[in-house]
């Protein structure tokens, strides 16, 4: 069974950091796409990162220079270090894992990240 469990969500001022990590289990995540979403309050599901599966790795442009997306295949986890927040990161974060030849598609279920002003 896989499962996938985000932590490192909290409370921020503004231009804080904050290191959020996903654990998966009943996989190994190294053949598979990995990313990070976000979902704000009222507003769609958006990505903010990837690796695909030829370890090319994309941050959205909102994030981009603040956000880095790591993964270590070993111990099956996908991090996402965060610096510079600011008060539009506020949302609920939520990690991915998907192998779109086998129609395979993995979502945990999201850590709450606040950024104060």
């Known amino acids: 069974q896989v499962q996938l469990v985000e932590s490192g969500g909290g409370l921020v001022q503004a231009g804080g950091s904050l290191a959020l990590s996903c654990a998966a289990s009943?996989?190994?995540?190294?053949?598979?796409?990995v990313g990070w979403y976000r979902q704000a309050p009222a507003k769609e599901r958006e990505l903010v990162a990837f690796?695909?599966?030829?370890?090319?790795?994309y941050v959205t442009d909102s994030v981009k220079g603040r956000f880095t997306i790591a993964r270590d295949n070993a111990k099956g986890i996908i991090d996402l270090q965060m610096n510079n927040l600011k008060p539009e990161d506020t949302a609920v974060y939520y990690c991915?894992?998907?192998?779109?030849?086998?129609?395979?598609?993995?979502w945990g279920r999201g850590t709450q990240v606040t950024v104060s002003s």
């Open positions: 991915n894992i998907r192998l779109a030849a086998r129609n395979l598609n993995y």
């Open positions: 009943g996989l190994t995540i190294g053949a598979y796409f």
């Open positions: 690796i695909n599966e030829g370890d090319d790795t």
